[in-house]
């Protein structure tokens, strides 16, 4: 069954903690994504890597951080820096990046909370 | 920086009545426009991808329309049904597959 999958459904932040929230894909596709989804708002590109080994900033990088040292594999960080870490966290991947005409598939999501 | 306006926010309408489902868009320079459906406290699946040189895309009830020049897009639903309900999103990709996206339409279709 292939498809992405995103883990913990739910995750919970102490004050000054990182946490660190899993997306791991079985589609082979090279370009993979991170969108942040608040309320009554739109997603917002955070991190994005083409390839393995390489990654991006999106609009709205500060405070997370990423690493790609497998196809299948795109975790996310989001840090103590990170002041209102409270949203719903969306991965995505396509096929490729630099193909401009390639659907997104996404996963079905993290809810980040703050105690 | 591209904008992404979906209007209205939310519409509730009688099963059997189609749905119309506008966005906006303020930069033309896209390379295709994306119809996603997320039901609550789920991911996005993608229902429609609009090439920039298309006009249209077609898939069962659901037809979406590309109009590049004047930054607008209509996503029609056909017939609809109570299954429908759901939040509609509207997302132009502005290279790379990295999206901008609109807030949502929000559907409720009455049985």
């Known amino acids: 069954d292939g498809g992405i999958t995103q883990s913990p459904k739910y995750l919970f932040r102490k004050e000054g903690q990182n946490v660190t929230l899993s997306c791991e894909q079985n589609l082979n596709h090279d370009a993979m994504y991170w969108y942040r989804q608040d309320p009554g708002q739109g997603l917002r590109l955070i991190y994005y890597?083409?390839?393995?080994?390489?990654?991006q900033k999106g609009d709205i990088a500060e405070g997370y951080s990423v690493s790609r040292e497998k196809k299948e594999s795109f975790p996310l960080t989001v840090t103590s820096a990170q002041k209102n870490p409270t949203a719903f966290y969306l991965c995505a991947s396509s096929i490729e990046s630099g193909r401009d005409n390639e659907k997104l598939f996404f996963g079905s999501g993290t809810q980040l909370s703050v105690l | 920086k591209q904008e992404v306006t979906q209007i209205p926010a939310a519409l509730s309408v009688p099963e059997g009545e189609n749905l119309v489902l506008n966005c906006s868009f303020t930069?033309?320079?896209?390379?295709?426009l994306q119809w996603f459906r997320q039901d609550p406290g789920k991911g996005l699946t993608s229902l429609l991808l609009i090439q920039s040189s298309q006009r249209e895309q077609t898939s069962g009830r659901l037809n979406a329309s590309l109009d590049k020049s004047s930054g607008r897009s209509t996503l029609y639903i056909a017939a609809s049904q109570p299954g429908d309900s759901a939040t509609y999103l509207c997302?132009?990709?502005?290279?790379?597959?990295?999206?901008?996206f609109g807030k949502g339409n929000q559907v409720v279709v009455i049985p």
């Open positions: 997302a132009v990709n502005y290279g790379n597959n990295r999206l901008a």
């Open positions: 930069d033309s320079a896209i390379y295709n």
């Open positions: 890597s083409q390839i393995v080994n390489d990654f």
